[in-house]
């Protein structure tokens, strides 16, 4: 019954970016890693938009903040 009963994630220690990317298959794990990585292809903005079109919630300042290694992904 209990089987897999693990502790909640301290969210404290991630950025919402991070989060969503544990969340995902691999595939889609990929995919998104992918248009992060490409800021030409992908402003932040239209990431954003993309993906909320597509039920993930990330708004383009939290994926900003990612990119510019400004979120707590980077602290340390």
């Not at 950025?15 to 889609?28: M, P, W």
């Not at 909320?52 to 340390?76: M, P, Q, W, Y």
């Amino acid at each position: 019954m209990l089987e897999g009963i693990e502790p909640p994630k301290n969210k404290s220690i991630f950025c919402k970016v991070d989060l969503v990317l544990q969340d995902l298959d691999d595939s889609d794990r990929a995919i998104l890693i992918e248009a992060l990585a490409d800021k030409d292809k992908w402003g932040a903005r239209p990431l954003s938009n993309a993906l909320r079109e597509r039920g993930v919630s990330l708004a383009d300042t939290t994926i900003g903040k990612h990119r510019n290694k400004n979120c707590s992904c980077f602290r340390g």
